[in-house]
Nanobody, 115 residues
């Protein structure tokens, strides 16, 4: 059974930074394409970023490009999202997901960007 535990969210001022983590179990993590998704208040699920197995390729939504960095530690079965220059519109619940279907398996971590 796929299980993800997202952490690292919180309240941060505009311009600040946070680092999200996603601990995974139940999947062959090192072989999996991994993603971050988010759901802003009152909005649908939105793709944020992807990383290929071994981290050789990454991709970002235009709204976060240049500010967010996705990475992975296969030895720890953990996915990360470094978020810099945060904006109020980044306020959302962030989820990690696996595979081409971007399947979620956790409760997410809430990020609030506000002064």
């Amino acid at each position: 059974q796929v299980q993800f535990v997202e952490s690292g969210g919180g309240l941060v001022q505009p311009g600040g930074s946070l680092r999200l983590s996603c601990a995974s179990s139940g999947i062959a993590f090192s072989n999996a394409r991994m993603s971050w998704l988010r759901q802003r208040p009152g909005k649908g699920l939105e793709w944020v970023s992807d990383i290929s197995p071994a981290g050789s390729n990454t991709d970002y939504a235009d709204s976060v490009k240049g500010r967010f960095t996705i990475s992975r530690d296969d030895a720890k079965n953990t996915l990360y999202l470094q978020m810099n220059s945060l904006k109020p519109e980044d306020t959302a619940v962030y989820y990690c997901a696996s595979g081409p279907a971007r399947t979620r398996g956790g409760k997410g971590t809430k990020v609030t960007v506000s002064s």
